[in-house]
């Protein structure tokens, strides 16, 4: 069984489109994350939700939204993409906030 | 904020023992986590310090030193599989226990 899973692994796209990027997770966690890795490898937090209510929200565009819609599901809606949004997200979930932390497989976004 | 320092790159001989290091500087702290990325995957948990100390699973061990905001990864008995990035992480001391994540290590292991 997947622990933490993401739709769609790949997203090609072009500037200016609007995207979302699906995440779910069947460990029963109570916290959820998106991070954004870069070119670089480094690995950023850009959001985090614990039982449905925002509790980490970094300094990111507001073209980023996320949406919580349940305990297991965090998506990330991304508008007018631009070049400098190619990358790859991750989804993670733990519980409590700040243990150790299951990563999905990543999404890699390109935009054109 | 959180300013943590990794090599950027390292690497070692099948069958050797290798020590990546994690220098951090932080305006709260509370706790350290290693996390191990092999390329094109997502990142996998390996360990975790919160006091000072040396703790020990497996082939690898992780030693914090809050004093001195340090800690490192000890690899044993280096396998092929091993070559990957290893990142450093810290958890900060507010509410929301945020991790702050270092650019990594990319260790690779040769024959």
């Known amino acids: 069984d997947t622990a933490v899973s993401q739709t769609p692994k790949y997203l090609v796209t072009q500037m200016g489109n609007d995207k979302s990027i699906k995440c779910e997770q069947n460990?029963?966690?109570?916290?959820m994350y998106w991070y954004k890795q870069d070119s670089k490898k480094f690995l950023k937090i850009m959001f985090s939700?614990?039982?449905?209510?925002?509790?980490i929200n970094e300094t990111v565009p507001n073209r980023f939204s996320p949406k919580s819609p349940d305990k297991a599901h965090l998506n990330l809606h991304i508008n007018s993409l631009e070049l400098g949004d190619s990358a790859v997200y991750f989804c993670?979930?733990?519980?409590?906030?700040?243990?150790?932390?299951?990563f999905g497989p990543g999404t890699r976004l390109t935009v054109t | 904020g959180q300013n943590i320092d990794q090599p950027t790159e390292m690497t070692a001989t099948e069958g050797a023992i290798v020590q990546i290091n994690c220098t951090y500087q932080?305006?709260?702290?509370?706790?350290l986590f290693w996390y191990q990325q092999h390329a094109g995957e997502a990142p996998t948990f390996l360990s975790y310090?919160?006091?000072?100390g040396l703790e020990e699973k497996g082939r690898f061990s992780s030693f914090l030193s809050r004093s001195k905001g340090y800690s490192y990864l000890l690899l044993k008995e280096l396998q092929m599989k091993d070559s990957a990035s290893y990142l450093c992480?810290?958890?900060?001391?507010?509410?929301?226990?945020?991790?702050?994540f270092g650019s990594g290590t990319q260790l690779t292991v040769l024959p």
């Open positions: 993670a979930s733990s519980h409590p906030p700040g243990e150790k932390q299951y």
């Open positions: 460990l029963g966690h109570d916290t």
């Open positions: 939700y614990n039982n449905k209510e925002l509790i």
């Open positions: 932080t305006s709260g702290f509370n706790g």
């Open positions: 310090n919160v006091l000072d």
């Open positions: 992480a810290v958890r900060g001391s507010g509410s929301a226990r945020q991790l702050t």
